[in-house]
């Protein structure tokens, strides 16, 4: 029997990073991709001096005094936009009438707001002084040449896709996504189509951890659902070694006179790393070992499935794919409610974390029921022995 941390910890030493990388063109295909190599910016963004304002791009000097009462006038040499690829000359007693977005002509110092002006066309009368260097946003303020845009082993989201379209770079080196092969087992299994008799009922390991593989970033390889017949189970797992880098199952691994993974293994020589958790739910979880490639089979009740997929599978995935934090998020938080059962074991509960509170949902907490994990987004992780927890009191949030 193993903790938590110490399953986690056996797992993890079997995963190393993929070493394979593929080159993408920058497109929102690379949402949730691992970067594999430091990328530096490759030019000054902004690329040039340019007005944050509209207004007129002009000396200070011309300026300094001026005021409601006593105007400086000046003459207004032409108009720049954003986009506008001129380079205007804008000598002392001039002004450029110059809008948000537009390049500041090297010879301007500074842009006045056009609220402080009579916004002329010929010319501009100008009613408030502006200190050198007033209003221009300096090429490369935002992101330096050769700034760490991305940092190798960072997970891209639309932030770090937004730097690199700024500097104008096409395509990005990331790790090859991890395929993941997914096998739920069971005899009383069926597909949503089918006609269910009495006695049976309808999968739903399978669309649930299909999802969260695709969220993760994973190449899924679903394998049809197999009977409790270990041969069977045997050959479907066979078919997908060779190509998974990491294979899941769930269902039979519990102590039921049918529980197949446990004669399916043995089938493939596989090496048991650990059975049996000390946690509830996903206690039965097993974790084995085919040439180098890890078989992680999970409990069949949905509920559980989804809690040793979280804190067991999910890192591993994590670190196939080069992410060198991961480990879920930790933190204490405040319970909204009352939970009213003791937990001789240590517990994970499915629950809501709203930024200051945690709330448990109250439909029922059992390991085969899935409902309340639609509007949850954390694990509540109560230790061995924890009594019933009364409303404020702090709990251990792991979040999804
Ligand atoms: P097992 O882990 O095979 O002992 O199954 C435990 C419970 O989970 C049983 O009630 C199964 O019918 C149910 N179960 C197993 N696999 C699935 C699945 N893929 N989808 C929904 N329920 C399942
Ligand atoms: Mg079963």
């Known amino acids: ?75 207004v040499i032409g108009e720049a936009c954003a986009g506008c690829t001129t380079h205007f000359s804008v000598a002392p007693g001039e002004a450029l009438r110059i ?80 395929r993941i092969a997914l096998l739920c087992t069971g005899d009383e299994l069926k597909q949503p189509g089918e006609t269910i008799e009495y006695g049976q009922i309808y999968d739903s ?52 006179k049918r529980d197949v993974m446990h004669r399916a293994l043995p089938l493939l020589s596989a090496t048991r790393l650990f059975w049996r958790l000390a946690m509830k739910p996903g206690s039965p979880m097993i974790a084995s070992e085919v040439s180098g490639r890890l078989i992680l089979s999970l409990s069949g009740n949905p509920f559980a499935a989804l809690v040793n997929f979280e804190l067991l599978c999910v890192p591993a995935i994590r670190k196939l794919m080069g992410d060198t934090s991961p480990l879920p998020q930790r933190f204490t938080a405040p319970l909204a409610g009352s939970f009213p059962k003791k937990s001789g074991q240590r517990r994970f509960c499915r629950a809501f974390f709203d930024g200051q ?30 009594p019933p927890i009364q409303a404020g009191e702090m709990v251990e949030v792991v979040m999804l």
């Open 357 to 386: 509170q945690v709330h448990l949902p109250s439909a029922n907490h059992s390991n085969g029921s899935l409902s309340g994990v639609e509007t949850s987004n954390c694990l509540i992780d109560l230790p061995a022995g924890t």
């Open 205 to 256: 390991n399978q669309l649930v951890l299909s999802c969260r593989l695709m969220e993760l970033g994973c190449e899924l390889m679903l394998l049809k659902a197999t009977s409790d017949e270990p041969d069977e189970t045997a050959r479907a797992l066979e078919g997908a070694l060779p190509k998974a880098d990491l294979v899941i199952t769930t269902g039979g691994v519990s102590v039921g």
């Open 99 to 178: 809008m948000t977005g537009a390049p500041v002509p090297q010879s301007c110092d500074c842009v006045i707001r056009q609220e402080d002006t009579d916004e002329g066309e010929e010319t501009v009368q100008i009613y408030a002084p502006v200190p050198s260097g007033g209003n221009i946003c300096l090429a490369g303020e935002d992101i330096q040449k050769d700034a760490l845009i991305v940092p190798r082993g960072a997970r891209l989201n639309s932030g770090y896709l937004g730097l690199l379209s700024s500097c104008g770079i096409t395509e990005v080196c990331v790790a090859r996504r991890p």
């Open 1 to 75: 029997m193993e903790t938590l941390e110490s399953a986690l910890k056996l797992i993890l030493s079997h995963v190393s990073p993929l070493r394979d990388t593929e080159t993408l063109p920058l497109s929102p295909a690379l949402l949730g991709r691992i970067a594999a190599k430091n990328i530096l910016c490759p030019m000054p963004v902004p690329p040039f001096d340019r007005s944050p304002l509209d207004g007129y791009a002009l000396h200070a000097e011309d300026i300094q005094s001026a005021s409601r009462e006593t105007p400086a006038m000046l003459r």
